[in-house]
């Protein structure tokens, strides 16, 4: 693979900005600031970034692990009022 390969879906920034080859996600990944470029997250999406532009393998690690940093510091809340239970829904045949 080469550094210019494709998504399969582009990724989108805040800005909304979209990185569509791997190139686009290393030259975004450069340009952030020392304290951000440094984070865990990120150390991970770049090292998934140059095993899969030098050795190959699936883009889909490289977007997963570019969405995990960009979303590290939105926490995921559990809203138990969206949860439906499927036993409220339906009667088996047997309960008519």
């Keep these: 693979m080469s550094w210019s390969t494709s998504f ?4 989108l920034l805040p800005n909304g900005r979209r990185l569509l080859t791997l190139r686009d996600a290393a030259s975004y990944i450069m340009k952030l600031p020392k ?3 440094s984070a865990p997250e990120w150390q ?12 190959g393998g699936p883009t889909m690690l490289v977007r997963i692990g570019v969405m995990r940093a960009l979303n590290r510091h939105v926490e995921q809340v559990f809203n138990p009022d969206r949860k439906g239970y499927h036993w409220d ?4 045949k047997r309960d008519q």
């Design 8 to 11: 399969e879906d582009p990724i």
């Design 44 to 55: 991970a999406a770049m090292e998934a970034l140059i095993l899969v532009a030098e050795s």
């Design 89 to 92: 829904k339906r009667k088996l």
């Design 35 to 37: 304290a951000e470029h």
